[in-house]
């Protein structure tokens, strides 16, 4: 598609879009490396050239004190804008789940407004979370016409609620077209915020978005009910240890988020990047990962203002950025928060992969967010740690310095256990995508077989606990680490070590779910875990209340048999070893666990009776509600099949094919005899039948009834033709001259920076 000289045109052109705000200014030096084919030459020789990058500000002159929390109207802006007693009040319902009284509502809307309006804002937008995992947003301007003149109007009915259309929303099934009504609830206890433009402001406030059915179309409404649940269940644990009043117990999470940086002149040449977020066609370069020094290695200077603004952006908005690193592959980096609410952690997860997108381009950059969007060296996930607790009884996986005597941490961490086994394929199934499918179960991220790893010392007790019911003082300890020169300080040593194969492993005081993909929103796992662990939590309490009919006396009792018991019968996910090894795939099988390698196989597992029951019981989701993220799920890995499987066959045949008949010809007129024509002939001459199998299969993949049989058609039969396609095409890569091939190479991408 760059042959065309008024297209090639174009496409520079918005390559060269990155610098809309001004931010980076280039300087530029002769070029001393360039490749053949011209407008890969053209954008190689931009960025052989670039020298220095100059920002707009400095933390040197800014301080990150002052600008931390500047665009959110948070608890104490709020209270300098309220009367005491809607404070209270409006306090009481962010922080203890209390019911939100509608007067207050007219109060807060008016300081709101007053607020946005001093920072720049002429529009508000409730913004919210469809289906598709992404951000929607509808803007609304505070003035209507007075008179002459305009007047600035924010009701607390207008705060409260909100009324898009729903009709244009993925719902699998519980919308029709027709049925058009849907609204955004505002969720109070998510900080309102102001986001920025070129030429003002606009105040957002997060929200849950139903249907007029009360259906949740959304990411937030499951996740808000599914914290409900949990802090009701773990409230009832707390109880029956003597704390009636432990404040609410709240999930909370820290997702590290992995992602790839490429050049954007580099990018805009690449249909199958911009399109799907990742590379259809690619070379293994000459150097990938395998030196093993890109993880943790020195940033470059350009990828390093990229990050720094990246903060500077999050801190307005109060997002506890605390690391970035570069990752295991060429190109690919790291950033992590801290703890945070889950439905806060959710709302600013969604924020931060916006400003990387957005502060990329501000660099000339493109930020990939895709799982895979490079053959042969490491996807990126979205590790997502998660625990519980309150400001009251702190974290409630902490395990202290003698866990085995921590009975609060041993119920907690035993009922993760049992919500783990139990739901062990929804688990896998809310983080299936076509996207991920190509992640899970290489080495670079966990397997698709899920496990927990809770390392030496807490193995060891759990052991005990499922043998003897009471476990007896672990042998395991902390210690102190020699390093072996005398003028180094010594360390403090955990009791275990960590485990990087494992898809749900405990890391000190938390859980990490690895498997998540790095596109993916995090509400999905998020509600899921709460509303297992829930679940769990609930058995637990009804089987305790029971047996000890309010005696204290009698807890010690009944814990020791529900230990014994509980982890006799679902200890089976526990394993501490290598989960790439083939022989823990042997033995998992033995232990009856699942394995559910691609995305068909996983996504029955939403709506099994077990999971319908367990979503039910604690009134997160309904049935149907689980049916339509099933059904939409498979529909997206139709389409995602459909659309990368479109554009193999136009590359492929528009630029790959054509490239090798260039290349053809000039050999013949060449006259050599070298063998390299006989090659690219008979790679050419596979090509056809490839693309022509590829295109008669992918017409017969539908996208619409009975998705699950299409999906399975996708997977069995599409994909291995695409892949048979993408083959030979990156055989002819390693043959034809380079001044005729077409697309930006691996070495290219992955290297230049």
Known sequence: MCFHKQRKTFIRTLANLHNLHNISQLTYTKPTQMSGNAARRKAIEGIASLTTTTASFSFKEESVEDLYGSNVFSLDKIQKSLPKAVFKSLKNVIENGGKLDPAVADVVASAMKDWAIAKGATHYAHVFYPLTGLTAEKHDSFYEPNGSKTLAIFSGKTLIQGEPDASSFPSGGIRATFEARGYTVWDVTSPAYIIEGVNGSTLCIPTAFVSWTEEALDKKTPLLRSMQALNIEAGRILKLFGDAEPGFISATAGPEQEYFLVDSRLYHLRPDLYTCGRTLFGAKPARGQEFEDQYFGSIPDRVLAFMMEVEREAFKLAIP?????????????????????????????????????????????????????????????????????????????????????????????????????????????????????????????????????????????????????????????????????????????DAGDRNRTSPFAFTGNKFEFRAVGSTFSIAGPLFLLNTIVADSLQYFADRIEKETKGDPKKLDVALQELFKEVLTEHGKIIFNGNGYSEEWTAEAAKRGLLNLKSTPEALPQVTLKSTVDAFKRQNVLTKRELESREELSYESYVHSIRSESKLTLEIGRTQIYPAAIRYITELKASGLEDGVLEKVSALATGLVPALDELNVLREELKAGENAKKNAIFGRDKVLPAVEKVREIADSLEELIADDLWPLPSYQELLFLR
């Open 321 to 493: 950025l605390k690391t970035r690193h570069n990752e295991v592959a060429p190109g690919q980096y790291e950033v992590a928060p801290i703890f945070e609410t889950a439905n806060v952690a959710h709302d600013h997860q969604q924020l931060v992969m916006i400003i990387l997108k957005k502060v990329a381009r501000r660099h000339g950059l493109v930020c990939l967010l895709a799982e895979k969007p490079f053959a042969g060296v490491n996807g990126s996930g979205k590790h997502l740690n998660w625990s519980l607790g309150s400001a009251k009884v702190g974290n409630l996986l902490e395990p202290g310095e003698a866990p085995h005597d921590n009975k609060l941490f041993l119920i907690f961490a035993t009922a993760v256990i049992r919500a783990v086994n139990l739901h062990q394929g929804v688990l896998r199934a809310f983080v299936a995508s076509a996207g991920n499918d190509y992640r899970l179960g290489a080495n670079e991220a966990p397997p698709a077989i899920i496990s927990i790893y809770l390392g030496e010392q807490l193995g060891e007790i759990f052991a005990q606990l499922s043998a003897k019911g009471f476990a007896v003082a672990s042998k395991k300890r902390n210690g102190v680490l020699n390093v072996g020169v005398n003028a180094l300080p010594a360390l403090s040593k």
